[in-house]
């Protein structure tokens, strides 16, 4: 028997709220999955930074700087670093754990490595209280 005109309005509804349903979901999960990869980089660009800053901030440091005189960098100043820009990614940075190291038994000087780990606890937009963290490694050589 062959549907009356009203019949396949009703099941173009269902069909539309079937498939929306999932057509949603899949929307949703890219958004998602783009939000974690900007914030993956953000966190990766910020370790790089304090490598970076790590590098030219040795102990035999003593050059002047753009904004003034500069010499050895501390712990601390990496991590303001790599926090500070992790602050322009949107990051939050209270729960943005950096941990800085010298493998090469604690040497801060030239020729000697420097790793910089920044690890940060993503929460995706989701009613689950689910997190997830994410970590990035970068590492240098001691220049100055």
Do not use: C, Q, W
């Amino acid at each position: 028997a062959a549907m009356s005109g009203r019949a396949k309005r009703g099941s173009t509804l269902v069909e539309f709220a079937l498939i929306s349903v999932v057509l949603f979901l899949v929307i949703f999960g890219a958004l998602e999955m783009g939000r974690m990869v900007v914030v993956y980089t953000t966190l990766a660009n910020a370790a790089r930074v304090g490598a970076r800053y790590a590098i030219v901030h040795g102990a035999t440091n003593t050059g002047a700087g753009a904004s003034g005189p500069n010499g050895p960098g501390s712990v601390a100043e990496i991590v303001a670093v790599v926090k500070d820009y992790a602050k322009g990614g949107l990051l939050n940075t209270n729960t943005l754990a950096v941990t800085v190291t010298y493998p090469d038994g604690g040497a801060n000087g030239p020729g000697a490595r420097v790793r910089v780990r920044a690890v940060y606890p993503y929460d995706p937009f989701t009613l689950l209280p689910i997190r997830v963290p994410l970590g990035s490694n970068s590492e240098g050589i001691i220049t100055f």
